[in-house]
């Protein structure tokens, strides 16, 4: 948490002169706040989501090559057998775990993306982590 009470840098040339303070408060509005942690909610969110995605591959291959092992003998993985409901049920936790990362973090992602969609104007043009051509010729 961010105490706005302190005095910021462009406090410590003019002491007296709260301005400064209040419009540092009106830059951290909380949708300013929302709006800094949603790319990188955004990127996790679909990085997240592409790992579930192939994990989920991944424990589908891995049943079919089971499904199809177990029925070479001439078994069906359908039968109400103990060894074919094992068999059935054996990723059953990776597969549930996959699923539901998958839903989190595809919630997460559309809700930054919404985030970032929303405030798209109220990002000012003055972020001194932006460097264009101007700026590299200027060092």
Do not use: W
């Not at 192939?54 to 424990?59: G, H, Q, S």
């Amino acid at each position: 948490m961010e105490d706005t009470a302190t005095p910021q840098p462009s406090d410590t040339n003019n002491p007296d002169d709260h301005s400064s303070a209040r419009s540092g408060a009106e830059e951290h509005s909380p949708g300013r706040s929302l709006s800094t942690y949603a790319r990188p909610a955004l990127i996790a969110g679909v990085v997240i989501a592409v790992v579930c995605v192939a994990l989920l591959i991944v424990i589908f291959a891995l049943d079919a090559f089971n499904a199809a092992a177990y029925s070479v003998s001439g078994k069906n993985i359908g039968d109400a057998t103990d060894e074919a409901r094992d068999i059935r049920e054996l990723h059953s936790g990776a597969r549930a775990g996959g699923i539901i990362g998958l839903v989190i973090s595809g919630v997460v992602a559309v809700g930054a993306g919404v985030v970032l969609y929303l405030n798209r104007g109220a990002a000012g043009g003055n972020d001194d982590d932006d460097y264009d051509l101007e700026d590299l010729r200027d060092q």
